[in-house]
Structure formats: C-alpha cells, structure tokens
C-alpha cells in the first residue's frame, strides 16, 4: 500500500529537481513580501489597509497573466517533451503578445476605476476619516505599480517557457534578484534612510517596480545570450507568425484557462468585499492573515507548478497510462503531505505573527484567528491545487473552469454574499463556513482524476 503513495528515491530527485527552485523563487518572494509588508504595517494600520486592497485588486491582473501563459504552457512543455523546438517558438510568441495586450487593458481599468474599486472594500463599519485615509494610500500606492506592469507580464512570458523546458533556476535566480532589490529598497524608501526622501507607501510602490524592471533584465538577457541551451528564442522575434492550427487550439483550449483566473481572481476579490462589510478592522486583519499563508503555502503551490511540468512531460512522452496515473497519485501525495505540516506550523505561529504589525489589539486578535481557520483549510487546499494542475497538464481546461472558477461564483460568492448581507454573522462564522465550500471541490476532483479524461497527448 506504502508503494502506492510513496516513490523510489529517483522519483523525488525529478521532482525536487523540478519543484525545489521554483520553491526557492516563490518563498523567497513572498518571504520578501512579508517583509515588505511588515515595513507598511510600520507606517499605521490605515497605509497598510489601502495598500492591502491595492494589493488584492492587483492579484486579478497578475493571475490573469498567469492564466494566459499557463494556456499555451500546456502545448510548450508537451512540445518540449517530443523535442519540438519550434513549436515551442510559437507558444512563446503567442505569450509574449497576449501578455501586451491584457497589460494595457490592465493599466487602462485600473486608471479609470481605481478609486470606485477601492472604495467597494470600506464600506464596513468604522470611522470615515480612516476609510478616507485608506482610499488616498490606496490611489497613492496603485498609481506608482501600474508602471510595473509591462515588465512583470514580460517576464511571465520568458520565466514560464523557460520552467516548461526544463530551466527553472535561472527564473529563480532572476526572483531572488528581484525580491533583494525590492527588499533594500523598500527599506530606504519607506523609511527614507540613506538621505533618500520618507516617501511611505510609495517608496513601496517604487521599490516593487524597479525590482520587476531588475528580473525582467536578468531572464530575458540570459535567455537571448544562451541560445544553445535556449533554442526556441533563436528567430523568435524574427516573426510573430503563429500556425493557424496551432493558434486556435491553443485558444480554445487556453482561453477557459485565461477566463478561469479571472473568474476566480475576481471572485476571491468579491469575496474579500464581502469579509470587509463585517467592519474596517477586518481589512488589516485579512492582510495580516493572508500573508502568513501565502509564505505557508510555498511548498505545495510549487509542488502544483511541479506536478503540471512533471505531467505534461510524461503525456507528451507518451508514456504507459498506468505509469502516469502512479506518479500522478504520489505526486499529490507530496502535495497534501506539506499541506498538513505548513498548516500545523502556521497554527503554531498564528498568536505571534501578528504582534509584529503597528496596529491595534483588536486587530491582532482577529488576525490571529483568522490564521487559524486558514491553517485548518490547507491541506484541503493543497490537494485541490495538485488536482487543478493535474487535470490542466492534459488539456482539460474547460474542466478546470467549471471546477475552479465556476465553482467560486456559483457556490462561493452566494453564499458570502447572503450571509455577509442578510444575516448577523461576524467574520470568524462567515470566513469558516465560506471556506469549508472548498470539501466540495475535493470530491469533484477525486472523481476527475479517477475518469483519466486529463491523460492525452496534445502534440500529436
């Protein structure tokens, strides 16, 4: 039975040789952002609720990048898989032009609505002059990170293709860099050491900025100057020519996708709406809460990274179904395994982590509970995580619409809409019972996966 769930010792050395820079990038980075964040917690809890909204808006645009990248990644790692390196070429081409276009219309709305988006998050009750003060941090913060928007969707481009063919440490090399330089400069700016000027939660803004502008120059110059190791990059930008045939499949099969991250994005962002009408101080609090989980939740997000690449390699190899189905299932099994440590340790720390933060007692004590609640939660997460990725690897993106971001509109944001409105329940009921939804999911998934539609190859 343990052999069912537990691989050899050569299984976990691809997998860790898969999953553990993308671990490395992705904690160091939010490593990082909880630094930052802790630094505009410094300034008062008004900046950092502002900034934590900006933040929360800013997520829609930044999965609907990924979600834009992912749809092509599928056809790049199977092409990779069969040894195809021009059609690896045309994937990255189709990335890099989608990626132009949803960062101008990212910049377009959020110039446009930002103050009504805002607004939409302090309605609860509380003091108005501290709401006023929250929009005002917010417009700040946001007007500076629209001109990071360019260079994350280009690296997204560049960083994915090259994870999908196999090099994933120059992609966290060129994080690491980034969340350095991001880490210093907050620290001058923010506070204004150095003689550099107090600028708070712009300083933030411009630190995160110039960081992205850093790794873009990092993993594009290296992809451009290793070109024997980077195939796909020669001639790519000689043309911008996609096969037609190629092209539509990857629009159809990669726009549920695209439109899936933005349904859940957006539907997250609703649901934090609906958290925020039980007061103003569930705003710091979420962010607090929400940080601790994001550097928690690392180690299974990577290893759902993992299991996508890892998948859609072996399906382009067309390799034996029963072989693929056993890595599949320990795979997972690695997953939900860190689910349940990372969420023991974040329960362990869930009465500390907040007294970190410049803000109120009532606060930290919301924080900590919600923290709790999340850390029950996450390895049911985990495994929903690994199922999405395992499905995606195949080709079922419709499936993976109507089971992740289907799912939060028709059955998540009802129910916190109703109870956040039509019913007394505080935020601790109501954030517990809308996440437990999640157990639903799960079971959907199970059976996805046990159906076998996801194992295919696409290339052929």
Same mark, same amino acid.
Request: glycine share 10%; hydrophobic share 50%.
């Given at each position: 039975?343990?052999?069912?769930?537990?691989?050899?010792?050569?299984?976990?050395?691809?997998?860790?040789?898969?999953?553990?820079?993308?671990?490395?990038?992705?904690?160091?980075?939010?490593?990082?952002?909880?630094?930052?964040?802790?630094?505009?917690?410094?300034?008062?809890?008004?900046?950092?609720?502002?900034?934590?909204?900006?933040?929360?808006?800013?997520?829609?645009?930044?999965?609907?990048?990924?979600?834009?990248?992912?749809?092509?990644?599928?056809?790049?790692?199977?092409?990779?898989?069969?040894?195809?390196?021009?059609?690896?070429?045309?994937?990255?081409?189709?990335?890099?032009?989608?990626?132009?276009?949803? !960062?101008? @219309?990212?910049?377009?709305?959020?110039?446009? /609505?930002? %103050?009504? =988006?805002?607004?939409?998050? *302090?309605?609860?009750? $509380?003091?108005?002059?501290?709401?006023?003060?929250?929009?005002?941090?917010?417009?700040?913060?946001?007007?500076?990170?629209?001109?990071?928007?360019?260079?994350?969707?280009?690296?997204?481009?560049?960083?994915?293709?090259?994870?999908?063919?196999?090099?994933?440490?120059?992609?966290?090399?060129?994080?690491?860099?980034?969340?350095?330089?991001?880490?210093?400069?907050?620290?001058?700016?923010?506070?204004?050491?150095?003689?550099?000027?107090?600028?708070?939660?712009?300083?933030?803004?411009?630190?995160?900025?110039?960081?992205?502008?850093?790794?873009?120059?990092?993993?594009?110059?290296?992809?451009?100057?290793?070109?024997?190791?980077?195939?796909?990059?020669?001639?790519?930008?000689?043309?911008?020519?996609?096969? !037609?045939? @190629?092209?539509?499949?990857?629009?159809?099969? /990669?726009? %549920?996708? =695209?439109?899936?991250?933005? *349904?859940?994005?957006? $539907?997250?962002?609703?649901?934090?709406?609906?958290?925020?009408?039980?007061?103003?101080?569930?705003?710091?609090?979420?962010?607090?809460?929400?940080?601790?989980?994001?550097?928690?939740?690392?180690?299974?997000?990577?290893?759902?990274?993992?299991?996508?690449?890892?998948?859609?390699?072996?399906?382009?190899?067309?390799?034996?179904?029963?072989?693929?189905?056993?890595?599949?299932?320990?795979?997972?099994?690695?997953?939900?395994?860190?689910?349940?440590?990372?969420?023991?340790?974040?329960?362990?720390?869930?009465?500390?982590?907040?007294?970190?933060?410049?803000?109120?007692?009532?606060?930290?004590?919301?924080?900590?509970?919600?923290?709790?609640?999340?850390?029950?939660?996450?390895?049911?997460?985990?495994?929903?995580?690994?199922?999405?990725?395992?499905?995606?690897?195949? /080709?079922?993106?419709?499936?993976?619409?109507?089971?992740?971001?289907?799912?939060?509109?028709?059955?998540?944001?009802?129910?916190?809409?109703?109870?956040?409105?039509?019913?007394?329940?505080?935020?601790?009921?109501?954030?517990?019972?809308?996440?437990?939804?999640?157990?639903?999911?799960?079971?959907?998934?199970?059976?996805?996966?046990?159906?076998?539609?996801?194992?295919?190859?696409?290339?052929?």
């Amino acid at each position: 039975m343990l052999h069912r769930y537990i691989g050899d010792r050569a299984f976990y050395r691809r997998v860790l040789g898969v999953a553990v820079p993308i671990m490395i990038q992705n904690g160091i980075t939010n490593f990082v952002s909880l630094l930052d964040n802790i630094m505009v917690g410094q300034v008062g809890t008004v900046p950092m609720s502002g900034v934590s909204i900006v933040n929360g808006l800013l997520v829609v645009f930044n999965l609907c990048i990924f979600g834009a990248t992912s749809g092509a990644g599928i056809f790049t790692a199977q092409f990779h898989g069969s040894g195809d390196s021009q059609g690896v070429r045309n994937t990255f081409r189709f990335k890099i032009l989608v990626c132009l276009l949803i !960062g101008v @219309l990212g910049c377009a709305l959020f110039l446009q /609505g930002g %103050p009504a =988006l805002i607004g939409l998050y *302090l309605t609860g009750e $509380g003091d108005a002059a501290t709401a006023s003060g929250a929009l005002d941090y917010g417009l700040r913060y946001l007007h500076v990170m629209l001109w990071g928007f360019l260079p994350f969707a280009l690296t997204n481009a560049y960083s994915s293709t090259l994870r999908e063919t196999g090099e994933t440490l120059l992609p966290m090399l060129g994080g690491v860099a980034a969340v350095l330089v991001n880490l210093v400069l907050n620290y001058v700016l923010i506070f204004g050491h150095f003689g550099a000027p107090r600028m708070g939660v712009e300083g933030a803004a411009v630190a995160t900025v110039i960081s992205r502008y850093v790794e873009f120059a990092i993993v594009a110059g290296w992809t451009h100057s290793h070109s024997l190791r980077n195939p796909f990059i020669v001639g790519a930008f000689r043309s911008f020519a996609i096969p !037609g045939k @190629l092209l539509k499949s990857i629009v159809i099969m /990669g726009m %549920p996708l =695209l439109v899936n991250e933005f *349904l859940w994005s957006s $539907g997250m962002a609703f649901l934090n709406q609906c958290y925020s009408t039980c007061g103003l101080d569930v705003v710091p609090a979420m962010n607090i809460s929400s940080t601790l989980f994001n550097l928690s939740s690392v180690v299974f997000l990577s290893m759902g990274n993992a299991v996508g690449i890892i998948m859609g390699q072996m399906l382009g190899a067309c390799l034996p179904e029963p072989e693929v189905r056993d890595s599949n299932r320990k795979l997972i099994t690695v997953s939900v395994t860190s689910g349940i440590l990372f969420g023991a340790l974040m329960a362990l720390f869930s009465g500390l982590f907040p007294q970190i933060y410049n803000t109120t007692p009532q606060v930290r004590q919301l924080a900590g509970q919600l923290i709790c609640l999340s850390a029950l939660m996450m390895p049911v997460n985990a495994y929903i995580n690994a199922t999405y990725f395992t499905l995606r690897s195949g /080709g079922q993106t419709m499936v993976t619409f109507l089971f992740d971001s289907c799912f939060v509109w028709v059955c998540c944001v009802p129910l916190a809409f109703c109870l956040s409105r039509f019913t007394p329940l505080t935020i601790l009921p109501l954030y517990f019972i809308c996440q437990s939804a999640d157990l639903i999911k799960c079971v959907i998934g199970a059976v996805m996966l046990k159906q076998g539609k996801w194992i295919q190859n696409l290339t052929v």
